[in-house]
């Protein structure tokens, strides 16, 4: 994000306008035209002035416009007054090139051509004809009208029932004399994401967002509400319809922005893109073409059902007799985890390929719950894999996976590549940037020095700031003292006194950007010519010293906090301060964020978990009136957005991180109604599906603009929302251990926080899902706020699920006889959640090996790994178990003090 002038009256229109100059880098914003004017003053062409047509289905009361018989409704029975799709904009959008739902994309190419030609019914737009209707169809067209005259098929469309159950089908018959290849088939799942000019209540009242299970014969797309409440819909193959690739439709005119992502489809066959567009793009799955003989006949349909609540998607796919897939911890596998895999669908498993061949290893297990078949997954080779499971009836399912090193590798790669490919070192750098960690371009394998966009180059902003905030947390949870040395000097001299304001009434204050553009009090050569500085981004001296956005100062907040917590934790890690300045300077910046940027404090904040962790420890240090102060602000904010209906405002207008600090202070006021609410919304944009990289992951789509090196709107793969909003779902998922749902939504975002950093260590802004892409960004970019959630948040789950037995989420479970034992894999090896007897246990400094739990008895006993130099005790905290445990051991600061053996691990039996 960056920062925008905003006033409390305005509206999203100003955004809209707004985003336009973004865009353009260089527009003059102030005269940017609300693109939904110039959208109304194009031509009405879809026939609605010839009526609607209403149907109704056991499910859905379905309104097709009657000249075109494209979706104008689609209205679920049991939700009164709401509508799948954008029907409120429909006469807005009712222009030639305007995709509905119920259109459809075809490239095709016939025996002797050389090039594919492309076909739509969304491109001129005619009344279709109607054919003849029975008993179980609804509706029927050919649609011979709206295609050209030269395309060698027929295409008919046809809107019916079965069993009460609402089916799209389109019958496509070769006419002409020659075979004809179909290398691109695509149907557009247009559905009502458009928040422009909606507020936070009517957006979260009337729209949707949807994610696909891009799993080829078993895909299938989730259409969630934002609110996070039921019905949720659910688009299914109707016979053999395969999801192979999902295509965001670009050009249509609906204008896209920061509160419109854009409209996609359904891609059945994708050879013809790959062949082009998608040439350099490593795809989903392997792209096909389907090939129709003369007089030929083929039948694409999908199916529209509805499941009572999202939790319930996969109940409901099971219940039509849907291939369902749940992997444990997820779909990204460390290569020192034993995953799992379990299977449920009607026919058997006749085959498992992989690809590439042996990447992961699928081993079969004999006690598979009923229903399900269970196989433990073992990741060998590092990158993403391909996983084809084959049907008795020959459907085939993809599952996408991701191979990352051992977590504490990953780890540790990251905080080497920051400190070291990253660390900027320049005593004569004219914007006080020496001594930090500064943004990386990947592609270019170089420091950025220079970027249109202030903050990118300037420590500041999440673009900025975030390289620098992985660092930090990094140390928290790994430490490394040469690392830390290196950090001290960036915390001490380059953030204080630079990037934040060391004294006078603006101490505290946390600045836009080091880094401006001012040619003129610059030495010549100071700016590239090749970097175009004619923006709204190229921040002058007094742009880039602005203090008044708060989102900046959880970062700082942070960098002080963490130096706290490694001098007080540790021995002889910091040096240069105390532990005592640096929780002051924590604390500092916290209230500094109230009282000098008091307009955006009012919404949550990215990384606003960091406040309220600084909280917990100035009360543990029994600093009883910095904490008053601060609780007071905190309960000041939480008392505010108590009062409204959806708590999480920012500075967009839709936004998915106010939500996590919104949820974490919410919880701890007692609040517990829009910590509900809170926690809703976050699963209505959060979906755990068989794909590494939409499971977990959090929507955001507008932040490749900002802290992107490929700037463009565009669906974000773990982007820093996964790791943000991972907190809320597990802090959520602690409260309801029942609730596995959580927990693998949760995990699967947590885990999505590391899973595009590189082989050799370094974190990219996200991934970038157009399958013409579907690759990381190469600039570093905004990445530390999903580090950060990884850092915070990263634990390991032990569960006896009702349905699949004892699991591990974050470790490696054995057991023997009632015990069972778990081997932590985590990199920071320091939090423990015993699900059965609602356990958390975490460690301030030192790490855990193994947890036992006695399932009959209860008795819990662990032991840890061996100390250093630097970490002579371990620190213990415990909650949760009904108060029940407890060690013998002393206890400061509220954690009890476990001495560690600097030779061999020691080992410790909880009282019960």
């Given at each position: 994000?960056?920062?925008?002038?905003?006033?409390?009256?305005?509206?999203?229109?100003?955004?809209t306008?707004?985003?336009?100059?973004?865009?353009?880098?260089?527009?003059?914003?102030?005269n940017?035209?609300?693109?939904?004017?110039?959208?109304?003053?194009?031509?009405?062409?879809?026939?609605?002035?010839?009526?609607?047509?209403?149907?109704?289905?056991?499910?859905?009361?379905?309104?097709?416009?009657?000249?075109?018989?494209?979706?104008?409704?689609?209205?679920?029975?049991?939700?009164?007054?709401?509508?799948?799709?954008?029907?409120?904009?429909?006469?807005?959008?009712?222009?030639?090139?305007?995709?509905?739902?119920?259109?459809?994309?075809?490239?095709?190419?016939?025996?002797?051509?050389?090039?594919?030609?492309?076909?739509?019914?969304?491109?001129?737009?005619?009344?279709?004809?109607?054919?003849?209707?029975?008993?179980?169809?609804?509706?029927?067209?050919?649609?011979?009208?709206?295609?050209?005259?030269?395309i060698?098929?027929?295409?008919?469309?046809?809107?019916?029932?079965?069993?009460?159950?609402?089916?799209?089908?389109f019958?496509?018959?070769?006419?002409?004399?020659k075979?004809?290849?179909?290398?691109?088939?695509?149907?557009?799942?247009?559905?009502?994401?458009?928040?422009?000019?909606k507020?936070?209540?009517?957006?979260?009242?009337?729209?949707?967002?949807?994610?696909?299970?891009?799993?080829?014969?078993?895909?299938?797309?989730?259409?969630?509400?934002?609110?996070?409440?039921?019905?949720a819909?659910?688009?299914?193959?109707?016979?053999?319809?395969?999801?192979?690739?999902?295509?965001?439709?670009?050009?249509?005119?609906?204008?896209?922005?920061?509160?419109?992502?854009?409209?996609?489809?359904?891609?059945?066959?994708?050879?013809?893109?790959?062949?082009?567009?998608?040439?350099?793009?490593?795809?989903?799955?392997?792209?096909?073409?389907?090939?129709?003989?003369?007089?030929?006949?083929?039948?694409?349909?999908?199916?529209?059902?509805?499941?009572?609540?999202?939790?319930?998607?996969?109940?409901?796919l099971?219940?039509?007799?849907?291939?369902?897939?749940?992997?444990?911890?997820?779909?990204?596998?460390p290569?020192?985890?034993?995953?799992?895999?379990?299977?449920?669908?009607?026919?058997?498993?006749?085959?498992?390929?992989?690809?590439?061949?042996?990447?992961?290893?699928?081993?079969?297990?004999?006690?598979a719950?009923?229903?399900?078949?269970?196989?433990?997954?073992?990741?060998?080779?590092?990158?993403?894999?391909?996983?084809?499971?084959?049907?008795?009836?020959?459907?085939?399912?993809?599952i996408?996976?991701?191979?990352?090193?051992?977590?504490?590798?990953?780890?540790?790669?990251?905080?080497?590549?920051?400190?070291?490919?990253?660390?900027?070192?320049?005593?004569?750098?004219?914007?006080?940037?020496?001594?930090?960690?500064?943004?990386?371009?990947?592609?270019?394998?170089?420091?950025?020095?220079?970027?249109?966009?202030?903050?990118?180059?300037?420590?500041?902003?999440?673009?900025?700031?975030?390289?620098?905030?992985?660092a930090?947390?990094?140390?928290?949870?790994?430490?490394?003292?040469?690392?830390?040395?290196?950090?001290?000097?960036?915390?001490?001299?380059?953030?204080w006194?630079?990037?934040?304001?060391?004294?006078?009434?603006?101490?505290?204050?946390?600045?836009?950007s080091?880094?401006?553009?001012?040619?003129?009090?610059?030495?010549a050569?100071?700016?590239?010519?090749?970097?175009?500085?004619?923006?709204?981004?190229?921040?002058?001296?007094?742009?880039?010293?602005?203090?008044?956005?708060?989102?900046?100062?959880?970062?700082?907040?942070?960098?002080?906090?963490?130096?706290?917590?490694?001098?007080?934790?540790?021995?002889?890690?910091?040096?240069?301060?105390?532990?005592?300045?640096?929780?002051?300077?924590?604390?500092?910046?916290?209230?500094?964020?109230?009282?000098?940027?008091?307009?955006?404090?009012?919404?949550?904040?990215?990384?606003?978990?960091?406040f309220?962790?600084?909280?917990?420890?100035?009360?543990?240090?029994?600093?009883?009136?910095?904490?008053?102060?601060?609780?007071?602000?905190?309960?000041?904010?939480?008392?505010?957005?108590?009062?409204?209906?959806?708590?999480?405002?920012?500075?967009?207008?839709?936004?998915?991180?106010?939500?996590?600090?919104?949820?974490?202070?919410?919880?701890?006021?007692?609040?517990?109604?829009?910590?509900?609410?809170?926690?809703?919304?976050?699963?209505?944009?959060?979906?755990?599906?068989?794909?590494?990289?939409?499971?977990?992951s959090?929507?955001r789509?507008?932040?490749?603009?900002?802290?992107?090196?490929?700037?463009?709107?565009?669906?974000?793969?773990?982007?820093?929302?996964?790791?943000?909003?991972?907190?809320?779902?597990?802090?959520g998922?602690?409260?309801?251990?029942?609730?596995?749902?959580?927990?693998?939504?949760?995990?699967?975002?947590?885990?999505?926080?590391?899973?595009?950093?590189?082989?050799?260590?370094?974190?990219?802004?996200?991934?970038?899902?157009?399958?013409?892409?579907?690759?990381?960004?190469?600039?570093?970019?905004?990445?530390?706020?999903?580090?950060?959630?990884?850092?915070?948040?990263t634990a390991?789950?032990?569960?006896?699920?009702?349905?699949?037995?004892?699991?591990?989420?974050?470790?490696?479970?054995?057991?023997?006889?009632?015990?069972?034992?778990?081997?932590?894999?985590?990199?920071?090896?320091?939090?423990?959640?015993?699900?059965?007897?609602?356990?958390?246990?975490?460690?301030?400094?030192?790490?855990?090996?193994?947890v036992?739990?006695?399932?009959?008895?209860?008795?819990?006993?662990?032991?840890?790994?061996?100390?250093?130099?630097?970490?002579?005790n371990?620190?213990?905290?415990?909650?949760?178990?009904n108060?029940?445990?407890?060690?013998?051991?002393?206890?400061?600061?509220?954690?009890?003090?476990?001495?560690?053996?600097?030779?061999?691990?020691?080992?410790?039996?909880?009282?019960?």
């Amino acid at each position: 994000m960056v920062n925008i002038p905003l006033s409390p009256k305005n509206n999203i229109n100003w955004r809209t306008a707004i985003f336009i100059g973004m865009l353009m880098f260089g527009s003059l914003l102030a005269n940017a035209q609300n693109p939904w004017e110039a959208l109304s003053k194009r031509p009405s062409t879809l026939g609605i002035e010839s009526g609607i047509d209403t149907y109704n289905t056991s499910a859905f009361n379905l309104k097709l416009v009657k000249a075109s018989q494209t979706v104008a409704g689609l209205e679920p029975k049991v939700a009164t007054g709401f509508d799948f799709t954008p029907a409120d904009r429909l006469k807005q959008r009712s222009s030639d090139g305007m995709y509905q739902l119920g259109d459809i994309n075809l490239r095709l190419k016939a025996d002797g051509d050389t090039a594919w030609k492309s076909f739509s019914t969304a491109t001129k737009r005619a009344p279709v004809k109607a054919l003849a209707v029975n008993d179980s169809v609804l509706a029927a067209a050919d649609l011979a009208a709206t295609l050209p005259v030269d395309i060698p098929l027929k295409v008919e469309r046809v809107w019916k029932q079965r069993n009460g159950q609402l089916i799209l089908e389109f019958v496509l018959t070769n006419t002409s004399t020659k075979v004809v290849e179909i290398g691109a088939l695509g149907m557009p799942m247009i559905f009502n994401n458009i928040l422009q000019e909606k507020s936070l209540e009517k957006a979260h009242a009337e729209c949707v967002f949807y994610d696909p299970y891009i799993g080829n014969d078993a895909g299938y797309l989730q259409v969630t509400r934002l609110s996070g409440q039921g019905p949720a819909l659910v688009v299914v193959p109707d016979g053999r319809t395969p999801f192979e690739a999902y295509n965001p439709l670009l050009d249509d005119p609906t204008p896209r922005g920061i509160d419109f992502e854009g409209f996609y489809e359904w891609i059945v066959s994708s050879k013809a893109y790959a062949d082009k567009e998608w040439k350099k793009a490593q795809p989903w799955n392997e792209p096909t073409s389907l090939s129709l003989k003369p007089g030929e006949t083929r039948r694409i349909a999908l199916k529209f059902i509805l499941a009572d609540a999202i939790r319930d998607i996969e109940k409901t796919l099971i219940a039509n007799n849907r291939p369902v897939a749940m992997g444990v911890p997820g779909y990204i596998i460390p290569q020192d985890v034993d995953g799992k895999l379990f299977l449920n669908y009607n026919k058997q498993i006749t085959d498992i390929n992989v690809q590439p061949e042996g990447a992961l290893t699928f081993t079969k297990l004999s006690d598979a719950p009923n229903g399900w078949a269970a196989y433990q997954v073992k990741g060998n080779t590092w990158g993403r894999v391909r996983v084809t499971v084959t049907y008795a009836d020959g459907l085939k399912q993809t599952i996408s996976y991701k191979v990352i090193k051992p977590e504490e590798q990953v780890v540790k790669d990251f905080g080497n590549f920051l400190t070291t490919k990253q660390w900027y070192h320049n005593d004569k750098d004219l914007f006080g940037r020496s001594n930090s960690v500064i943004t990386y371009d990947y592609e270019k394998k170089a420091k950025v020095l220079q970027d249109s966009r202030a903050w990118i180059v300037g420590l500041s902003d999440e673009g900025g700031a975030g390289s620098w905030l992985g660092a930090m947390m990094k140390e928290v949870i790994q430490p490394d003292k040469a690392e830390v040395q290196k950090l001290q000097l960036f915390v001490n001299h380059t953030i204080w006194g630079g990037l934040q304001h060391s004294a006078g009434k603006e101490k505290y204050g946390v600045k836009k950007s080091l880094y401006y553009y001012d040619p003129k009090s610059k030495p010549a050569g100071t700016y590239s010519d090749s970097v175009n500085y004619k923006t709204w981004a190229a921040w002058d001296k007094k742009g880039a010293d602005d203090i008044g956005r708060s989102y900046n100062y959880p970062h700082v907040a942070a960098a002080h906090w963490a130096l706290y917590r490694l001098a007080r934790n540790h021995k002889g890690l910091v040096s240069e301060y105390n532990w005592q300045w640096y929780l002051t300077n924590a604390y500092g910046t916290s209230m500094a964020m109230i009282t000098l940027a008091p307009y955006y404090a009012q919404f949550g904040q990215m990384e606003g978990t960091v406040f309220y962790l600084i909280l917990q420890d100035l009360k543990a240090e029994g600093w009883g009136e910095m904490v008053g102060r601060l609780e007071a602000a905190m309960r000041k904010r939480a008392d505010h957005w108590r009062t409204l209906q959806y708590p999480f405002g920012s500075e967009m207008p839709w936004d998915s991180t106010g939500q996590e600090e919104v949820y974490v202070w919410s919880k701890y006021f007692g609040y517990d109604d829009k910590a509900l609410v809170t926690l809703n919304a976050i699963l209505g944009y959060m979906p755990t599906v068989p794909h590494w990289g939409y499971n977990g992951s959090a929507r955001r789509y507008w932040d490749f603009l900002y802290g992107g090196k490929l700037s463009r709107v565009e669906r974000q793969l773990h982007h820093y929302g996964s790791g943000l909003n991972a907190i809320p779902v597990l802090a959520g998922y602690r409260s309801q251990p029942d609730d596995l749902y959580l927990l693998r939504v949760g995990y699967g975002g947590t885990l999505g926080a590391i899973s595009n950093i590189t082989e050799d260590g370094f974190g990219p802004a996200a991934f970038h899902s157009f399958p013409s892409t579907l690759r990381i960004d190469y600039l570093s970019g905004d990445y530390g706020p999903n580090f950060f959630g990884y850092a915070v948040n990263t634990a390991t789950y032990l569960v006896n699920d009702a349905t699949f037995g004892w699991l591990g989420f974050g470790g490696n479970v054995t057991t023997k006889g009632d015990v069972v034992n778990v081997a932590i894999t985590t990199a920071a090896k320091s939090r423990v959640f015993i699900a059965p007897a609602k356990l958390w246990l975490t460690l301030d400094a030192g790490k855990f090996k193994t947890v036992s739990y006695n399932s009959k008895t209860g008795q819990v006993s662990f032991t840890l790994d061996k100390g250093d130099n630097y970490t002579p005790n371990a620190y213990l905290r415990i909650e949760g178990g009904n108060g029940q445990y407890q060690l013998q051991q002393t206890k400061v600061r509220g954690a009890y003090v476990l001495p560690l053996n600097s030779k061999s691990t020691v080992s410790f039996k909880l009282k019960k």
